[in-house]
């Protein structure tokens, strides 16, 4: 028998399940109910990620993967992971929220507008990561020169510690490790000593960038494991104010899945969709809040979901395109780069 409700019932759509739910909107509204929640909310501790905060990150992430992934993208997006690191010991008088907006600017300057979300991560030291995953490809060199160029009093402490350890020329440092623990090998740190001295100790290695193509996109939820839903606390040891712990452009603050609303299906799709389902999910009071289902095989669910992801794809990558003027500045920049590793210490 069909599904019946004394609502109106909305499906969303996922990857690999439709989630089905009563319209709410019908219903008349209560008065005062937005002052009764404010009263019983909590104001979250300061510098706390917060279980909220965390869950309305993975919502924006998991809706924009949606789309990326989906079959009916046709765009070849490629997705970049990116991370940028402080390059001496952290600065409390900074202001970190100002420094990363003023890193986005300038990326976006030179190469143009693209989507991105990113996470701020402490390191065991209590220094400072940014994960970025954004959908506009980037030449690693661009990254580091113009998030060197932003950092750059991280920069010159780091300068003056590399000249400081370095004073009277290279040598094998046994307390140099890798992620592993393990002492570098003599060879690495003469190679890295060398490049680090043909730039006067002006180009330290901060950033971090991966490329994925549109057919790896199986490997983006691995990555956003990695780099962005780290379950692991985050030890703010530095107690750096921290406003938050992520942000994202407003098109994907306001991304949404597809929903179709049932006076679009069949009385049989309806059907197919109520006999597949799965689980129900409740809310605190044990009120059924929605039912997931299987996806079902439907001409017109996948009609509507073509429209939609493409409609909403062209929407993301409008602001993407790169400009003459973009291409103009990437090439400047590229070769103010390479000037960079090329330093001597007499010009400084």
């Given at each position: ?27 008349p509204k209560k008065k005062n109910l937005k002052e009764t929640k404010q009263d019983k909310i909590k104001k979250p501790k300061e ?78 030291n209590g220094n400072i990561h940014w994960h970025i995953m954004q959908d506009k490809e980037v030449d690693w060199r661009i990254v ?196 960079t590793v090329n330093q001597t210490a007499e010009i400084f």
């Amino acid at each position: 028998m069909p599904y019946y409700t004394s609502l109106p019932v909305n499906y969303q759509l996922r990857k690999d399940i439709i989630i089905s739910y009563e319209d709410l909107s019908y219903l008349p509204k209560k008065k005062n109910l937005k002052e009764t929640k404010q009263d019983k909310i909590k104001k979250p501790k300061e510098n706390e990620f917060t279980d909220s905060s965390k869950k309305r990150m993975k919502k924006i992430i998991d809706k924009w993967n949606y789309y990326i992934t989906n079959k009916h993208n046709k765009t070849k997006t490629k997705i970049i992971f990116i991370t940028l690191t402080i390059s001496d010991k952290i600065n409390t008088k900074i202001d970190h929220k100002k420094l990363f907006k003023n890193y986005i600017e300038k990326i976006q300057y030179t190469i143009g507008k693209f989507n991105y979300i990113s996470k701020i991560e402490f390191q065991e030291n209590g220094n400072i990561h940014w994960h970025i995953m954004q959908d506009k490809e980037v030449d690693w060199r661009i990254v580091r020169g113009i998030w060197n160029k932003t950092q750059i009093e991280y920069v010159n402490g780091y300068q003056k510690k590399m000249l400081k350890k370095y004073k009277n020329g290279f040598f094998f440092d046994t307390e140099m490790k890798d992620k592993q623990g393990n002492t570098i090998d003599q060879e690495t740190q003469l190679k890295r000593y060398t490049i680090g001295k043909k730039a006067n100790w002006r180009n330290p290695n901060s950033t971090d960038v991966k490329i994925i193509n549109e057919n790896e996109y199986n490997k983006i939820g691995s990555y956003i494991n990695k780099y962005l839903n780290k379950k692991e606390e985050d030890k703010n040891i530095h107690q750096i104010k921290i406003d938050r712990y992520w942000t994202c452009n407003k098109e994907l603050t306001n991304l949404k899945y597809i929903t179709i609303t049932e006076d679009l299906l069949t009385l049989e799709e309806k059907h197919l969709i109520y006999i597949n389902q799965n689980k129900i999910i409740y809310n605190e009071k044990n009120q059924p809040t929605c039912k997931i289902h299987s996806r079902i095989k439907s001409e017109k669910i996948e009609q509507i979901e073509q429209t939609a992801v493409t409609k909403t794809i062209e929407e993301l990558t409008q602001k993407t395109e790169i400009t003459e003027d973009n291409k103009k500045r990437i090439e400047k920049k590229q070769k103010q780069y390479e000037k960079t590793v090329n330093q001597t210490a007499e010009i400084f």
